[in-house]
């Protein structure tokens, strides 16, 4: 089972680019740099992350040990142990929600944030989690907000314990049981979905995601698979 090495600073312009410089430097699978705050925190197609302090902010330095091409598979179970650890710090009755391909949901706002990045042998896998702070402009949720109980550095050990226990399953039994899990707790088939890829806009139902966690989508042009855009309720 991996082990996790936590650097902690009060601010960074983005941990990924921390973990990233790091990692070149040899920084061993496990090596997590989490930060207090950001001044440059970054998300999904180069838009900026809100980073002030009271929410979770850090990445982690990956060194998989499988083929490049299966390294997208880690989007889903980082998916999986934010839902986890989300979970963990919410009254009982409220559930996280995961859509494609790694957006953790929760009452229809977007909870957290997964960034994934390639440093040259290693894999950086950012994430941010709202413990306090919504960022302005977006349907966000926070744990405090949703009557939660969570300081930082508590969701921080959550997260990992999660992570480390989904990566074992993973290395032990592979992607099956990733994305069993992820569709349990991801928009049922059906649901009418949005996706944006570049100027390139589609629309369609979910229908599944494949075994390599392709997006599977039913449209007026027949069924599509699609490996990268951003997802949103159509
Ligand atoms: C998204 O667009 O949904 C992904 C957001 C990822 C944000 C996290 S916060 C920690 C790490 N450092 C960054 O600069 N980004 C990621």
Same mark, same amino acid.
């Given at each position: 089972m991996v082990s996790?090495? /936590?650097r902690h600073y009060? %601010?960074?312009g983005s941990t990924n680019d921390e973990a990233m410089r790091l990692a &070149? +430097?040899?920084?061993?699978?496990?090596? /997590?740099v989490h930060a207090d705050e950001q001044t440059a925190g970054r998300g999904r197609f180069a838009r900026r992350? %809100? %980073?002030p302090p009271g929410n979770l902010y850090l990445s =982690? #330095?990956? &060194?998989? !040990?499988v083929p490049l091409s299966r390294w997208p598979e880690i989007s889903f179970i980082a998916a999986l142990a934010v839902a986890d650890a989300v979970e963990a710090m919410l009254p009982n009755q409220l559930r996280a929600t995961l859509k494609w391909p790694n957006d953790v949901l929760l009452r229809d706002g977007k909870i957290? !944030? =997964?960034l994934l990045e390639q440093a040259t042998d290693a894999l950086i896998l950012g994430i941010g989690i709202n413990v306090l702070e919504a960022p302005p402009g977006t349907p966000a949720s926070t744990i405090v907000g949703s009557g939660g109980l969570a300081s930082v550095d508590g969701m921080r050990g959550k997260l990992l314990g999660a992570l480390a226990g989904w990566l074992d399953i993973w290395q032990q039994d592979g992607f099956a049981p990733i994305r069993t899990a992820w569709l349990t707790r991801a928009h049922p088939p059906g649901t009418r979905l949005r996706l944006t890829l570049g100027e &390139? #806009? #589609? +629309? !369609? %139902?979910?229908?599944? =995601?494949?075994?390599a966690g392709a997006l599977i989508i039913d449209t007026d042009e027949g069924r599509l698979r699609y490996t990268a855009g951003d997802v949103a309720a159509a």
């Open positions: 996790f090495d /936590v009060p %601010s960074l &070149r +430097e040899g920084a061993a699978d496990g090596t /997590v992350w %809100s %980073s =982690i #330095v990956l &060194r998989p !040990g957290a !944030g =997964i &390139r #806009v #589609v +629309e !369609g %139902s979910f229908n599944d =995601i494949d075994e």
